[in-house]
């Protein structure tokens, strides 16, 4: 055994590490071409045992090695053909996104550098480009210049700080006390935090996570456009304070899941600063209007958040994982900060070295800002607005067609962004729940679109979200008719079994 003998298996200068990494990377590039020039289909509608027959048939390991061909002959045949094609026009089930060419070959490069931004000795020019890209969406949205932010693995790692920071930042206000080195006060089992009953589920995941427990979070009605009742969050607080409980944080939503309906941020923002409240904005998916000058008003107030979360790895078009959180004031990045000598001694920080350990809940970092940045320069910010504005505006005309069609019954006739949420509602069937769920299913397993389910009110709804600019109103209008056909076939199916 030679060291020269594992040359073949890193990126190096010598010839056969070359010569390895050329030839994957061509068999990859073909394999993937292959593909997508043959494919039809969001889903091959493969059953999920049989998927998962094929997954443990695979040969796991080898021991000396396989030739790649080999390898990636079976990733095309078991992985690549049975998965969900996020690209394909109608997938337009999840907020989950085509991925932009640039941001796939910028992940190829994420890899090969494999930089890790928690401490600049691991990641030099990757932590001034991410702070520089930081600076760029802080600057979009007008924040103030106190404000800093950092990449995360997404919005739920995003709202977990944003509701980290309102903790510690309001026990150190109210009480002086330091959450981080004397853990929680002995109040806290009183603290409250207030969002809308449509927020996303990570607000209460964050708050028993964070010691406060779900009985932390307190969840206001919406209006019948699914936003934030303003008067009743008002209520609310005062009811709370009465009960001698303590308010401490308000989270509104810019996108629901769902609905993709948008909060009133700016009277939210008055109202959590007349009680002394953080304001935190869940903006993961409404985020991306920043990039459009037509719809960009439906965010304002944005900048009156103490923190706020945004997803690049969905209406951003960045493969997973991709997203940021901000704060208006990067002094409350303290309350995160820990230093460690190995990594981020203090004196380095004082000699001008920046380590963004001290700004993320994680240690090891993907160096993320580098697919946003390629994606931004190559695509360019005219057609990202236009991509933006194109999805909004097939929105509006899906949900007009939809609501046109007597048997489709649509929740959000106006939707704020791109997602629809309906459900076939034909007065004849008695379980219109039942008749919902088949339709999905048969959706998912003919292979003609990935649509989601959800609950409105505890009944079933099915969910377009329409995030692809390539979609168009016609692959709407096919599923309609798909949808009818499969309605039809669940009301006869007694006569033909
Ligand atoms: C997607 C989403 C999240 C969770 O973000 P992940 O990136 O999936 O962790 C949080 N809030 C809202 C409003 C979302 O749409």
């Known amino acids: 055994m030679n060291t020269t003998d594992f040359d073949?298996?890193?990126?190096?200068?010598?010839?056969?590490?070359?010569q390895s990494f050329q030839h994957i990377i061509v068999e990859?590039?073909?394999?993937l071409s292959k593909f997508y020039k043959g494919n039809s289909d969001a889903f091959n509608g493969v059953l999920p045992a049989e998927i998962e027959k094929e997954i443990n048939e695979l040969t796991l390991t080898s021991s000396d090695g396989e030739k790649p061909v080999t390898v990636l002959n079976d990733v095309l045949e078991k992985i690549v053909r049975n998965s969900i094609h996020v690209s394909h026009p109608t997938s337009m089930g999840h907020l989950h996104c085509p991925p932009l060419i640039p941001a796939i070959a910028a992940e190829m490069i994420i890899g090969t550098l494999n930089q890790s931004m928690d401490s600049w000795d691991q990641s030099s020019t990757a932590t001034y480009l991410e702070e520089r890209l930081i600076k760029w969406v802080s600057n979009k949205l007008a924040l103030?210049?106190?404000?800093?932010?950092?990449?995360?693995?997404?919005?739920?790692?995003?709202?977990?700080?944003?509701?980290?920071?309102?903790?510690?930042?309001?026990?150190?206000?109210?009480?002086?006390?330091?959450?981080?080195a004397q853990g929680l006060p002995p109040e806290s089992h009183k603290l409250r935090i207030l969002c809308s009953e449509d927020a996303h589920f990570t607000v209460k995941k964050s708050a028993f996570q964070l010691g406060l427990g779900e009985q932390a979070v307190v969840t206001i009605e919406t209006d019948e456009c699914?936003?934030?009742?303003?008067?009743?969050?008002?209520?609310?607080?005062?009811?709370?304070?009465?009960?001698?409980?303590?308010?401490?944080?308000?989270?509104?939503?810019?996108?629901t899941t769902d609905f993709g309906s948008i909060d009133p941020i700016q009277e939210v923002a008055a109202i959590a600063q007349n009680h002394g409240l953080w304001l935190h904005v869940d903006a993961a998916y409404g985020g991306a209007l920043l990039l459009s000058k037509k719809h960009f008003h439906k965010l304002a107030g944005i900048e009156q958040a103490d923190s706020i979360t945004i997803d690049f790895h969905k209406q951003f078009y960045q493969p997973i994982s991709c997203g940021a959180f901000f704060v208006k004031d990067r002094a409350n990045f303290k309350y995160i900060a820990h230093h460690a000598d190995y990594?981020?001694?203090?004196?380095?920080?004082?000699?001008?070295?920046?380590?963004?350990?001290?700004?993320?809940?994680?240690?090891?970092?993907?160096?993320?800002?580098?697919?946003?940045?390629?994606?931004?320069r190559i695509v360019g910010e005219k057609n990202f607005a236009n991509m933006i504005d194109y999805t909004l505006h097939l929105a509006k005309q899906a949900a007009g067609v939809m609501d046109q069609h007597p048997q489709i019954e649509v929740c959000n006739i106006k939707p704020e962004i791109n997602a629809i949420v309906f459900r076939f509602n034909d007065a004849a069937s008695d379980s219109l729940n039942e008749l919902n769920t088949y339709i999905y299913k048969k959706i998912l397993y003919t292979g003609t679109a990935l649509v989601a389910k959800t609950k409105?009110?505890?009944?079933?709804f099915l969910k377009f979200t329409l995030l692809n600019p390539r979609t168009t109103i016609v692959d709407i209008e096919d599923i309609l008719h798909s949808i009818s056909q499969f309605a039809a076939e669940y009301e006869n199916r007694g006569i033909t079994q």
């Not at 103030?144 to 919005?155: M, Y």
């Not at 699914?226 to 304070?241: Q, S, V, Y």
């Not at 203090?346 to 994606?375: C, I, P, W, Y």
Request: hydrophobic share 40%.
């Open 226 to 255: 699914k936003k934030l009742n303003t008067a009743k969050l008002m209520e609310e607080i005062e009811r709370l304070k009465s009960g001698g409980l303590i308010p401490m944080c308000v989270v509104a939503t810019a996108g």
């Open 8 to 18: 073949r298996f890193f990126l190096n200068d010598s010839e056969a590490g070359i």
């Open 144 to 180: 103030p210049s106190s404000a800093d932010g950092t990449f995360t693995s997404g919005g739920t790692q995003s709202n977990y700080m944003g509701l980290l920071l309102a903790r510690d930042f309001f026990c150190n206000k109210r009480w002086g006390w330091n959450v981080k």
């Open 343 to 376: 990594l981020n001694p203090e004196n380095d920080e004082e000699d001008g070295l920046v380590h963004l350990v001290s700004k993320s809940v994680q240690t090891t970092r993907r160096f993320d800002a580098l697919k946003l940045f390629m994606s931004l």
């Open 456 to 460: 409105v009110k505890d009944e079933v």
């Open 28 to 31: 990859t590039k073909q394999l």
